[in-house]
Structures are given as C-alpha cells and as structure tokens.
C-alpha cells in the first residue's frame, strides 16, 4: 500500500500528515504502525486526519513516534490549519482529537492561533490520576541525584509537569529517566530556564527545554509552552491575566494569552515537502 504523506514543522516539532480524505483511506491500528516503523523521515507525531467537504469539523488521531497515541498537539494543531489553507482554502477548523474540540483560525499573515482550552491541576496517586481545584506544587525525591524535585501537574488534554527546580543537563537527563520509570511515559516534562522567574508577575518571557512522553526531547513543544504560561496565569491571577506570554524554545518562540478561561498558543507552522510511504 502506497500512501502520500505531507512533512510538516512546527518551530522544529516534525510531523507527518496523512489526509485521509485524500488518499481515501481507512487504515487499521496496525496499518498505522507499520507506517511509523517504515518511515524513513524524522517525526515527532503521526497526524492522520479526516472530515467531509464544506465542514470544517476535523478529526484527527496522532500518534507519536514511538507508536504511542498522543491525545493533543499545540504544534500539530496549526500545522493542520496550515495544510488545510494551503490546500483546501480553511481559514478557520474545530479539530476533534478523542472528542475533545479545539478551534484554530489563521489570518492572512499566515499566523496561526490555536485555542488550547482550559487547564486542569492534578495529582497522580498510585499512577492514577486524580484532579483538583486548585494547583498545588508537589515534590519527589529522586535518589539518584539526592535531590528533591519540585513541579506542578496539569492537564491540557495532554499531561504535563513543570518543573520548577533548576537542574543542570546531567540532573535532567537522570530525572526524565525516573519519571519515564515511574509514570510509565505518561508526562510531558517542561525544565524552565529560570523558573524562580514563574513567580515574578513582572516577567513574561521563558526559556523552556521540553521532554515530550513518547517522542524525547523536542524542539519546540506547544501544549508544553501553553502549560508554562497556564502556571504563571494560574499563580499570579487577575493581575496578569491580559498579560502576553512568550515562550522560547530551541526551535524558536510562541505566545500565549487568555481569554477568559481559555488559553490561546499563537505562531506559526510550515510545509516541508511531500513524501511517499510504501507499507
């Protein structure tokens, strides 16, 4: 089976796009598989997506490199918007990812903005995840480094912990390790530059490197970035809430903002080229 694909960049975050629509195609779990095994193309996430003409409901499953279901994607968001310009004329979607919409438009300057939705704060007892109403930071103790590591949780559709402890290269690859031990790959890590900065209402600009559950260290993550700037809403509250927050990461910056509760990730995406895949 031949299948088109189309290579896709998000700031340095790589997808694969297959246009289900296009290509006619209705693939199994293990024809999805096959495709990531055989892909000769450096990837991040396999995004596979589907919709009728004259609607602008997508759905999409996305599929990280490693074969793992992913359950959103900031970055793989606009790039779909993208493609769906380029191609079809769509200057506004609804992606639909495991029922969960999210509506993303792009202007004529090609910036493409994504609303990322509300945040939610948990905690993880016994692996199992438990949410709350407020967020809480919360610590673990990581033998290895003897050091107690200190983060917050939150759910944008994808989980996430930011770590707001300074670590050097060694420490972080030593606590990446632990946590993809213990959660069992379950979260995206996000290691802030200078994260006593979260705290002082003045700043709006992070540095984040990003540890994205089933793909590695990436460079640029944008449900991670949404995240960062959703704990400095979060901690400071109203008197930063119309507040701009940019986010840069070794594949270049993104902003965030909130509207009312909803969390919007502005930037852009690019088409690389088109490919073909025999499996």
Excluded at 134 to 148: A, G, H, P, T, Y
């Amino acid at each position: 089976m031949l299948i088109n694909f189309t290579k896709m960049n998000s700031q340095g975050n790589n997808f694969m796009l297959v246009d289900l629509v296009k290509e006619k195609l209705i693939l199994s779990e293990d024809d999805i598989h096959k495709i990531i095994q055989k892909s000769e193309d450096n990837f991040d996430q396999l995004l596979l997506i589907n919709f009728k003409f004259n609607s602008n409901s997508i759905y999409c499953q996305i599929y990280n490199s490693d074969g793992s279901k992913a359950y959103q994607c900031g970055n793989g968001l606009r790039a779909i918007m993208l493609y769906l310009n380029e191609k079809y004329n769509y200057s506004k979607i609804v992606v639909d990812i495991e029922n969960v919409k999210y509506s993303v438009t792009i202007n004529d300057q090609k910036e493409i903005t994504a609303s990322m939705g509300e945040s939610r704060s948990f905690r993880l007892i016994d692996n199992n995840v438990h949410y709350q109403n407020s967020l809480e930071r919360q610590n673990i103790l990581i033998d290895s480094i003897k050091k107690s590591v200190g983060f917050y949780l939150i759910d944008l559709g994808n989980k996430h912990c930011v770590i707001v402890d300074q670590f050097d290269n060694y420490e972080k690859s030593i606590i990446t390790n632990f946590f993809d031990n213990y959660y069992s790959n379950l979260l995206n890590l996000e290691f802030v530059d200078n994260p006593k900065d979260l705290f002082d209402f003045n700043c709006g600009h992070f540095t984040i490197n990003v540890y994205e559950a089933g793909a590695g260290w990436t460079k640029s993550c944008g449900s991670g970035a949404t995240a960062v700037a959703s704990l400095f809403y979060e901690i400071h509250g109203a008197q930063v809430c119309d507040k701009l927050i940019f986010i840069k990461q070794k594949g270049g910056e993104l902003t965030v903002k909130k509207k009312n509760k909803n969390l919007l990730l502005i930037g852009p995406s690019t088409i690389e080229f088109e490919g073909k895949l025999n499996v």
